[in-house]
């Protein structure tokens, strides 16, 4: 995912004003959790050949050439590489919603 989407959902979750290394950590959190939706989407898409493929690629740790590699044997890619980017943004947003009325409601009993 690249980190203009990355910093968007950030800043969407009012997470902007962290200190750098926090928010680089959390940028690779939501990295990391984009992959694994994307990735549960469409591994049971490609034919088992094809996952090793995508292995290898995978573990050479390039981003781009797994996007690729993805584009060219996932039909619809980009629409699934949005609909996963959606789901985690609701997700972050939900979360992060539930997280400012705990924080409200143990504030509000203090």
Do not use: W
């Amino acid at each position: 995912m690249d980190t203009p989407k990355l910093k968007n959902l950030v800043d969407e979750m009012g997470m902007s004003d962290l200190p750098e290394k926090e928010k680089m950590d959390l940028m690779i959190n939501l990295a990391d959790a984009f992959r694994n939706k994307l990735a549960a989407k469409v591994l049971n898409m490609l034919t088992r050949e094809e996952q090793e493929e995508l292995d290898t690629i995978v573990e050479q740790k390039d981003d781009q050439a797994v996007t690729e590699y993805m584009k060219a044997h996932i039909p619809g890619f980009d629409s699934l590489f949005l609909q996963a980017y959606q789901e985690l943004r609701v997700e972050m947003l939900d979360a992060k919603d539930k997280i400012d009325q705990n924080v409200a409601k143990m504030r509000a009993k203090s």
